[in-house]
């Protein structure tokens, strides 16, 4: 029987996986959660594949003997396509990855022409080859970089202005590829882009529509939990890799999504 006082553990590389929480509260508010951050690895997107599995596995096996948690969630893309398999090799918990949201922008594209934007190391993922030959074969997708995104999205977070070049540089970078000018539908392939996604909308101008994971994830923990007690006997918090005196900018932010406080890892 489930302890009900185990956290749902999320984890990212930084602050994206916030975009997932806020889906969660919605179906289970009740739920005890511990978030995680790897402050000090950010950004995954300009790693190496063996550089981000070594390091994703490592911190979730000392995440998990810490907190024991019923759940883990990689609330990234960029970890998950790359170490999901790995890890749940390794640890005996349900573990719940991101992948990017191609099946349901296929659905909803009425162009046929689908933008993803994501890090460099996703988009380059045979992951995202075999999700667009799954749900995707009839449609054009094209991918863009867009690692500068991930710092504007911290930025913001921290109450700073990012730079509007930025989303102007993302929208060009689908838009001047072959068949970009049909783009109808972008696929939001990080979780720290719909922190920007009313900058992105603004760059790539009006009747686009943006679909990213984050409700899809949070259905998947609230099946995976079904039938499971929750009880929440201290408040949820943050978990840092990084220097804890830069999480002073943060701490706004971080309790806007219900975490009253910071530990390090």
């Known amino acids: 029987m489930t302890d009900p006082a185990a956290p749902i553990l999320l984890f990212d590389s930084g602050v994206g996986g916030l975009t997932v929480l806020a889906e969660l509260r919605k179906l289970l508010p009740q739920a005890p959660v511990i978030y995680a951050a790897d402050t000090a690895g950010l950004p995954y997107g300009e790693k190496t594949e063996a550089e981000v599995a070594a390091r994703v596995a490592g911190l979730l096996g000392r995440l998990a003997e810490r907190y024991s948690p019923r759940l883990i969630t990689i609330a990234c893309n960029t970890a998950s396509t790359i170490a999901l398999g790995m890890v749940r090799e390794v640890l005996h918990v349900p573990i719940v990855g991101t992948v990017p949201a191609i099946k349901p922008a296929a659905s909803l594209t009425q162009t046929g022409v689908i933008g993803l934007l994501g890090?460099?190391?996703?988009?380059?993922?045979?992951?995202?080859?075999?999700?667009?030959?799954?749900?995707?074969?009839?449609?054009?997708?094209?991918?863009?970089?867009?690692?500068?995104?991930v710092a504007a999205a911290e930025a913001k977070l921290r109450g700073a202005a990012p730079d509007p070049a930025v989303f102007q540089t993302a929208a060009e970078g689908l838009r001047r590829q072959p068949g970009g000018e049909g783009i109808d539908t972008v696929v939001l392939a990080c979780t720290h882009f719909p922190l920007v996604a009313d900058e992105l909308r603004a760059a790539l101008g009006p009747g686009i529509m943006f679909v990213d994971g984050a409700t899809g994830i949070a259905r998947r923990i609230a099946h995976l939990t079904q039938g499971q007690g929750f009880l929440r006997t201290s408040p949820d918090i943050a978990v840092l890799t990084g220097d804890l005196s830069d999480a002073a900018s943060l701490l706004p932010a971080l309790a806007a999504y219900g975490l009253e406080g910071v530990e390090p890892l």
């Open 119 to 149: 890090t460099a190391a996703t988009i380059r993922q045979g992951y995202v080859d075999r999700l667009q030959a799954e749900f995707a074969a009839d449609k054009t997708l094209i991918r863009h970089a867009c690692p500068e995104l």
